[in-house]
Structures are given as structure tokens and as C-alpha cells.
């Protein structure tokens, strides 16, 4: 006796197109996923390359009046350090992952324009070249930031600083293309049934991100085209003797890095968010209200641009306003971790590696963020600002809120990508060398900052504990360098020994896991419809009830939904 049963809803189906092969076919790709491995393998070699400079630093910071490294060679590690882990690292570092996943998580096959995606990805690695061959004439040393006057032609006559300018033109075109690539892609190319109240968190993270670069961009593209002026065509902008202003680059320089900041961090907010359902195997707690103060935050960011600026002579009106506007965007960050904190609570807990950067990220982004909410208030600014206190603050923000967070991603992701799974043991390990370290170096140095240690010097004297505690944030470096080349080691050994992943190795909720592992060419064969925002446990329910209910029956050949899983 045979039993109907209902096909799973689908959207018509593709022809499988043949992968090709080669050196050449990654140089010409347009495919999505190759161009976001492409992006993800060049954004971590320059992680490597700007943590090898910040150990050279605390290397030179690790003993009072120390004289391994020169003055002007602190100030260029310094600087390349800085520009490289922004702008070369944690901005398009979610451009490649987005690249990979942002298709496959709404059900498209490719991004909307994959011409310009691979261009976005060309214009970064030229932006990488130039600034890193700027080390053959002299590499820049006025600071990630660039303030006049130390970046101007009489304090910075090398084209070290040229090259920088250039890196910002060509990261920040870039960017912009990739935002509008995405933006596109997120708006017209989901699945059947995707709504905007279905779409995943990681997906809403880098619709906001997006949205943040087409925005702020712009802004920084004009001050270093005026710095550009003021240094070669004889303009003075930003020169004070010549009727220009030095504060007004400061004004449009923070006015696009606070939105930075967030540019950096809200797309692992939504992976985050991604990752602790899994895990906790429980729905995440609060679905809206994280997608809303996700675009709250993005919002607010523009008005607390000045919250970097408390010690410069601007009115006190505005400085007023900036520091309520701080207090007020740590609300919906707060609401956002009682959801995070809420989603594991009485959850069935698998204390996976994953979940582990995931907690760590939690733990380090509260601390950086408390701290925030300290150099918000203007009184303790005026105290706190330009101390190693501030640098503490920054990479609790930056490192421990981003970089967290991507390891995270590698380790989530990794078997979608390779079809393994990275060893748990290497990852466990290399966490908590990495939170271990990570507490070692930047914990301590709120201290030193309180201490009355300035940031952006080379050397200091030997008074009171500052010897000490250099020592300890130091050494806690080369932990948590240990850590990053730990899992080095085990990416490198899990793509030729690594446990065979199959489509949905964690049960996961999103769609990249209805395919196989690695994803074929064109992502789906068929693509499936939506009915929730966790469209692949409403799948695995339904084959658990079909099946269930076929057990009762007598065996036939009919079609079932199990047919059509991956």
C-alpha cells in the first residue's frame, strides 16, 4: 500500500554547474564563496602580520627605559599596527565572512553583483600592497588616527604617510561596493517566506553594517583627501597658522570612527546570537528586540562622535549632550546581553568550542563596555584620556568583542566550509590561552593607565609598580599569541586529519546547513522555503514526524520529506 505524503515546498531547481579547477579560476572567480575564502585567508594573514608588530611593541614596553626598539620605529610599529587591525583585519573580516554566508543563509545562490564583489575583494588586497610597500620608503608614524599636525608634510614629509591615505581610499571604496553588494543581496534575493522578521541575526548584524559604511565612509574618504590637499597642493584645511582648523579632522575623523567601532562589532553581535541557540539548545531569547537595538545602536552611533573629543575646546553644551548620547547606546548594548545571558540560562549547555569564544566574547565586551561608560563621564576623561587606561578600554572593545567572535566563527563554520570539524581539544586549548592571555595584557593595563602611564610612548621610567605590570601585560602577550598559533595549527592539521562534518554537524537553525559541506557551486539544488526563523529545526521536525509516521506504516516507495534533506 503506498502513502502520499507532501513534498517539501520548493523553488525550481538548478542545474548543477561543475566547480572549475586551478590557480587561475580563484584569480578570475566571481563566486561567492571562493571570493569570501579569498577575503577571510588575506584579512587573517594581516592579523598575523599586525600582532607580530604589537608583540615587538610590548617586547619594547616589557622593562623601563628599554632600548630594543627606536623611537621612530615605535611610533611606525605603532601606527602599522593600529591601521592594519582595522582596516585590513576586523572591517573586512566580516566583508568575507558575509561573503560566504550571507547567500547561503537566505537561500540566494550567489551575491546580487559578483563582479563588483570580486572587485571589492582586488581593491582590498591593493590597499594592503600599498600600505605595507610604504616600509621600502619609510613607513607612516603619525598614528592610526593621523591627527594633524604630526601627519602633516613638515612633521611627516616620508610617503609612509601617502601610503596610508591610499590604504583608506582603497579599503574604504572597498568597503563601500561590498555594502552595497550586500545591501542589494539582503533585499532582493532572499528565500520564499524570508521575511524581515525571519531573517537571521548574523544577517541583520551585516544589514546594519552596510548600512553604517555607505554612511560613514564617505566622511573619513573626505578628511584624508583634504589632509591629502593640505600635504601636496598647498591647501590648509587642517593648519591652524593658515586659517584652518586641526580640530575640524578630528570632528570628521570621529564622526565616521564611532560608527566604526560598531561597523567592527555588530555583525558579531548577530553571530554571536547565531551560535549560543545551538549550543544552549534552546531558541534564542528575544528575537526583536535583539534585531532592534542592533539598528538602535547603529543609529545612536553617529550622535557620540565627539565622545572622543571631552579634552579638546569644544562648547560644553555639546559635550553634555555627547556624553548622555553614551550613557543612552549602552542600553540597548545592555539589552542585548540579557538576551545572550537569558538564551544559556536553564539551556541543555554542549560546551563546544564555539561556545566557548562565544562566552568570552560576552565576558571581555561587558568589561570594555563598563569602562565606556567610565570614559563617558566627562570629569573622568579629562583624567583618563591619552593613558594606557584608554588602550585597555579600546582592546576589551575592539579585540575582545571582535576577534572573540570570529574565532568563534572559524571554529562554527569551519565544517561548513572544509566538510571537518576542527579538533575540539587544539580549540579548547587555544581558548584559553587566548582568554587567559587576553586578561593578562589588557586587564593589567588599566591599572598602569591609572598609574599616570600615557599611551603612544616608547619608553618609561621605573616608578612605583609600572615595571611590574608592564612585565605581566607582556608576558600575557606571547600567551595570547600562543593561543592564535594554536589554532593556526589546528586549522592546518583538521583539513587533512579532521572528522568528516556532514551538512549539519551542530543541528544548527539557519539555512547554510540545509546543503552539503562543502556547498556546491550553486549553493542549493533546490532551494528551500521559510516558514520561521529557524527554518532547518522546523525541517528536522518535520522528517522526524513523517518518519515517525511512516514507521507505523508498511514500507513503500513513496516520496517523503527525507528525500529531500541534504
Not at 547567500?103 to 605595507?132: C, E, H, K, T
Not at 542589494?184 to 520564499?192: G, L, P, Q, S, V
Not at 573626505?222 to 589632509?227: D, G, H
Not at 552611533?301 to 543612552?328: G, K, N, Q
Request: some cysteine; charged content about 10%; overall charge positive.
Amino acid at each position: 500500500m503506498s502513502v502520499s505524503v507532501a513534498p517539501v515546498p520548493q523553488i525550481a531547481t538548478r542545474r548543477i554547474e561543475r566547480e572549475q579547477r586551478g590557480w587561475i579560476s580563484w584569480l578570475t572567480t566571481t563566486d561567492h564563496k571562493r571570493i569570501g575564502i579569498m577575503y577571510m585567508v588575506l584579512t587573517f594573514l594581516f592579523f598575523i602580520l599586525g600582532g607580530t608588530e604589537a608583540l615587538m611593541m610590548r617586547l619594547q614596553l616589557g622593562a623601563p627605559e628599554n632600548t630594543l626598539v627606536a623611537p621612530q620605529v615605535y611610533n611606525q610599529l605603532f601606527t602599522m599596527h593600529g591601521s592594519t587591525m582595522i582596516f585590513l583585519f576586523v572591517v573586512p573580516i566580516w566583508a568575507g565572512m558575509g561573503n560566504y554566508f550571507l547567500p547561503l543563509m537566505i537561500g540566494a545562490r550567489d551575491m546580487a553583483f559578483p563582479r563588483l564583489n570580486a572587485l571589492s575583494f582586488w581593491l582590498l588586497l591593493a590597499g594592503g600592497v600599498v600600505f605595507y610597500a610604504s616600509i621600502f620608503w619609510g613607513p607612516p608614524e603619525a598614528g592610526w588616527v593621523s591627527f594633524p599636525p604630526l601627519s602633516s608634510i613638515a612633521y611627516s614629509p616620508s610617503g609612509g604617510q601617502d601610503a596610508w591615505i591610499y590604504l583608506i581610499h582603497l579599503t574604504g571604496l572597498s568597503s563601500i561596493l561590498g555594502a552595497i553588494n550586500f545591501y542589494a543581496t539582503i533585499a532582493n534575493m532572499r528565500a520564499r517566506g524570508m521575511g524581515w522578521g525571519r531573517l537571521p541575526l548574523f544577517v541583520w548584524g551585516l544589514l546594519v553594517y552596510t548600512i553604517l559604511i555607505i554612511f560613514a565612509m564617505p566622511v573619513i574618504a573626505a578628511a584624508v583627501t583634504m589632509l591629502l590637499a593640505d600635504r601636496h597642493f598647498g591647501t590648509h584645511f587642517f593648519s591652524p597658522t593658515q586659517g584652518g582648523s586641526a580640530l575640524l579632522y578630528q570632528h570628521l575623523f570621529w564622526f565616521f570612527g564611532h560608527p566604526e567601532v560598531y561597523i567592527m562589532i555588530l555583525p558579531g553581535f548577530g553571530l554571536v546570537s547565531e551560535i549560543l541557540p545551538v549550543f544552549a539548545k534552546k531558541p534564542i531569547f528575544g528575537y526583536k528586540a535583539i534585531a532592534i537595538t542592533t539598528v538602535s545602536i547603529a543609529f545612536l552611533s553617529f550622535l557620540v562622535w565627539a565622545h572622543h573629543m571631552f579634552t579638546t575646546p569644544t562648547p560644553i553644551v555639546v559635550l553634555i549632550f555627547v556624553m548622555l548620547s553614551s550613557f543612552l547606546i549602552a542600553v540597548p548594548t545592555g539589552v542585548k546581553i540579557f538576551n545572550w545571558i537569558a538564551t544559556l540560562w536553564y539551556g541543555s549547555i554542549e560546551f563546544r568550542t564555539p561556545l566557548l569564544f562565544s562566552a568570552g566574547f560576552i565576558a571581555l565586551f561587558l568589561i570594555g563596555g563598563i569602562s565606556g561608560v567610565f570614559l563617558a563621564v566627562m570629569p573622568v576623561d579629562w583624567q583618563l584620556n591619552e593613558s594606557y587606561f584608554v588602550v585597555a578600554h579600546i582592546h576589551f572593545v575592539l579585540m575582545g568583542g571582535s576577534v572573540f567572535v570570529v574565532f568563534a566563527g572559524i571554529y562554527y563554520w569551519f565544517p561548513k566550509m572544509t566538510g571537518r570539524i576542527l579538533d575540539e581539544t587544539l580549540g579548547k586549548l587555544s581558548f584559553w590561552l587566548m582568554f587567559f592571555g587576553f586578561l593578562c595584557t589588557f586587564l593589567i593595563q588599566h591599572v598602569i593607565g591609572l598609574e599616570g602611564m600615557p599611551r603612544r610612548v616608547y619608553e618609561y621610567q621605573n616608578v612605583g609598580n609600572l615595571a611590574l605590570f608592564n612585565l605581566i601585560s607582556t608576558v600575557g602577550s606571547f600567551i595570547l599569541g600562543a593561543g592564535v598559533v594554536t589554532t593556526v595549527i589546528n586549522v592546518a592539521r583538521s583539513l587533512k586529519v579532521g572528522a568528516i562534518a556532514g551538512p549539519d554537524p551542530w543541528k544548527a537553525n539557519t539555512l547554510e546547513w540545509f546543503t552539503t559541506s562543502p556547498p556546491p557551486v550553486n549553493n542549493f539544488d533546490v532551494i528551500p522555503r521559510v516558514r520561521s526563523a529557524e527554518p532547518m529545526k522546523d525541517y528536522r521536525a518535520e522528517i522526524e514526524r513523517l518518519t515517525a509516521g511512516m514507521s507505523r506504516r508498511e514500507p513503500s516507495h513513496a516520496t517523503t520529506a527525507a528525500d529531500h534533506s541534504p
